[in-house]
C-alpha cells in the first residue's frame, strides 16, 4: 500500500511540476480534509463554527497577487513569501499603489534577463568581429535571430528609411520572449497573461505607430482621421466623409486592442488547458479511490499535458513574432498611408 501511495504521488508531483507549481501542498490539503474530524453538529440556539476556507492552488498560476512562490526543502516543494507593499502615492486625485506584485517580479526578471542575454550576445559578437572570425555558439545564434528579424521581417514592412524603428521591435519581440518563457517554469509566472501588461505593450506600440506617422506624413496625417476622398464631388465626399471619419478614428483603436488581446488571450489559454489536464489526475485519483487502476488514467492527463507544454514553448515564440510582425506592419501602413 505504501508503494501505491508513493508512485501516485510522484504521478501527481508529476503532473503539477509541469504547471508550475507544488503537488504535495495539494496533497497534503487532501489527506488533512480526508483525517479531519467531522465537526460536531451546534446545538439549538447555538452558532456552528466557519468551514475552514480551501486554498485555492490552481488560479494562482494564472492570476496575480502578492504572493511569490519560491522553492521549499522542508514540507513540499514549494512556499509563498509576501511581497512587501508600499503605501500609495497620492497625485491630486489620483492614487497610485507602486507595491510590487507577481507578475511585477516576473517582468523585472524578464527584463534583467533579456538585457543580460543580448548585452553578452553584443559584446561576444564585437570580439569576434575584433579577432576577424565569424560568431559562434549561443553568440552566433542570437545575431543570425537578430539579423532574421531586421532583415527580412521589420525593414520590408516598415519601409524606407525603418532603420529608426529596428530597436523598438527588436526589444518587443525579446521582452516578450522572456516573458513568455518564463511562464513555463515551476515558481514562475507569465506576465503577458495579464491584460494590464499587454495593454501596456499594446499603447507603446500604438504611440510609436502613430508618432511615425506625424513624422513621415506631416500635415498629411490629418488623412488619417478625417476621411475625405478628394476624387468625388462635394456632394458625395460630405456624407461620406461623416460616416468614414468614425470608422477611421476607430481603426486606429482596435490595432492596439488587437495586439493586446491576441497576445493576452493566447497565453492564458495555453496554462488554462494544461491546468484542467492537471485536474484531471486527481479527478481520477479520487474515483478511482486511489488503486492501482488510478495509474493508467493519471497518465494519460500528464501526457497531454506535457503535449500542451510544448506548444506552449512554440507559442511563446509565435506569439513575440506576431506581436513584433503586426507592429512594423501598422507602420508601415501608416507611413505609406500618402501613396
Not at 184 to 189: G, S, T, V
Not at 224 to 249: C, G, N, Q, R
Not at 325 to 337: D, K, Y
Request: glycine share 8%; with cysteine; charged share 15%.
Amino acid at each position: 500500500m505504501k508503494t501505491i501511495r508513493s508512485l501516485q504521488t510522484l504521478i501527481l508531483s508529476l503532473a503539477l511540476v509541469l504547471g508550475g507549481f507544488s503537488a504535495p501542498g495539494v496533497l497534503r490539503a487532501q489527506k488533512t480534509a480526508a483525517a479531519r474530524p467531522a465537526e460536531p453538529v451546534a446545538a439549538q440556539g447555538e452558532r456552528a463554527a466557519p468551514a475552514e476556507a480551501k486554498k485555492d492552488f490552481i488560479m494562482p498560476h494564472v492570476l496575480n497577487g502578492r504572493e511569490l512562490a519560491i522553492p521549499s526543502f522542508g514540507h513540499g516543494l514549494e512556499r509563498e513569501i509576501e511581497l512587501p507593499s508600499w503605501p500609495p502615492v497620492h497625485i491630486g486625485p489620483l492614487t497610485l499603489d507602486l507595491s510590487p506584485t507577481k507578475h511585477v517580479v516576473m517582468l523585472l526578471l524578464g527584463a534583467a534577463l533579456c538585457a543580460v542575454v543580448l548585452v553578452s550576445a553584443g559584446r561576444g559578437a564585437a570580439r569576434a568581429r575584433a579577432e576577424g572570425r565569424p560568431p559562434r555558439g549561443f553568440t552566433g545564434a542570437i545575431e543570425a535571430m537578430v539579423l532574421y528579424l531586421r532583415n527580412d521581417v521589420i525593414l520590408p514592412n516598415v519601409g524606407h528609411d525603418g532603420e529608426a524603428f529596428v530597436p523598438y521591435c527588436l526589444t518587443a519581440f525579446f521582452m516578450i520572449l522572456f516573458a513568455n518563457l518564463l511562464g513555463l517554469f515551476p515558481y514562475m509566472a507569465t506576465a503577458t497573461g495579464n491584460i494590464s501588461v499587454t495593454a501596456v505593450l499594446a499603447t507603446l506600440s500604438f504611440l510609436v505607430i502613430e508618432i511615425a506617422g506625424m513624422r513621415a506624413l506631416g500635415k498629411g496625417y490629418i488623412n488619417t482621421i478625417i476621411y475625405w476622398p478628394h476624387d468625388l464631388p462635394f456632394a458625395v465626399k460630405a456624407p461620406v466623409s461623416l460616416i468614414m471619419t468614425p470608422v477611421e478614428i476607430l481603426s486606429k483603436f482596435t490595432k492596439p486592442f488587437a495586439l493586446a488581446m491576441r497576445l493576452f488571450a493566447n497565453m492564458t489559454a495555453g496554462h488554462i488547458a494544461v491546468l484542467a489536464l492537471i485536474g484531471m489526475v486527481f479527478t481520477f485519483a479520487q474515483l478511482l479511490n486511489y488503486s492501482p487502476a488510478s495509474y493508467g488514467a493519471a497518465a494519460i492527463p500528464v501526457a497531454l499535458a506535457t503535449a500542451i507544454m510544448a506548444l506552449e514553448l512554440f507559442v511563446a515564440f509565435l506569439q513575440a513574432f506576431i506581436f513584433m510582425l503586426l507592429t512594423a506592419v501598422f507602420i508601415g501602413q501608416i507611413r505609406e498611408s500618402h501613396h
